[in-house]
């Protein structure tokens, strides 16, 4: 898999120091990632694809459970309030291209943290252009089509089946509404609604075309 990050920091040289402490302030973790890309398309390389970083924390995808020995994070310097510029964008399909064949892993296996620990994480947030990727098949993007009478169980079926899986607090079930909207209809993700028809479809199309897949090649 590989998980796409944003480092929430002033900068990313910051982001850049705080991945390499091996001795954080107290009551903060270390942390690492894969990559780290800057604003301005500056790239580094931390860890090594075959190694595992510890960049993705409790959570779950599909049938992965321990995310971050099955995948490479991609740390994106944004402060999570700004669009993500085109320098950073360009660097990010050219480096997605390699990972994705290099380790034979699909465009559906590439998340956002946000995807696999709803309860945690929201990055990397509603100002990602996850269809930007998509058309250049480093990521998957719903197609347009007419409404599908799928109800609140029938989207819970189709979550599971694309790779979601429900963390063990409460509001779980509007926690993952809150995820997938933030992933495939971010436009949405603010107004925290109930579940309507296009959240429904939406699923019914992504869970058709690109059901979580057991297994495959992975860091680790």
């Avoid at 402490?21 to 075959?50: A, F, N, R």
């Avoid at 993500?84 to 480096?95: K, R």
């Avoid at 390699?98 to 998340?111: K, M």
């Avoid at 007419?146 to 509001?171: K, M, Q, S």
């Amino acid at each position: 898999m590989v998980i796409v990050h944003h480092t929430a920091m002033a900068s990313a040289e910051a982001a850049l120091d705080r991945l390499c402490d091996t001795d954080p302030p107290e009551g903060l973790p270390p942390v690492s990632c894969h990559y780290l890309i800057s604003e301005t398309g500056g790239l580094w390389q931390m860890v090594d694809e075959k190694d595992r970083a510890w960049h993705a924390g409790l959570g779950a995808w599909g049938d992965v459970k321990e995310v971050n020995s099955r995948s490479v994070g991609i740390e994106l310097a944004n402060t999570a309030c700004h669009p993500y510029p085109e320098p950073q964008m360009a660097v990010l399909e050219d480096l997605l291209s390699g990972i994705l064949s290099r380790w034979s892993i699909p465009p559906e296996r590439v998340i956002g943290h946000s995807d696999m620990a709803p309860h945690r994480k929201s990055d990397p947030g509603a100002r990602f252009d996850w269809r930007r990727l998509a058309w250049r098949g480093l990521a998957i993007w719903p197609e347009a089509g007419t409404h599908e009478g799928e109800d609140e169980a029938g989207f819970a079926a189709n979550l599971e089946r694309i790779g979601y899986r429900a963390p063990e607090v409460a509001d779980a079930q509007a926690l993952l509404l809150w995820a997938f909207r933030l992933r495939f209809r971010p436009w949405a993700a603010e107004e925290r609604g109930a579940l309507d028809a296009e959240d429904c479809r939406i699923a019914a199309d992504i869970a058709r075309r690109y059901p979580a897949k057991n297994g495959g090649s992975a860091a680790g």
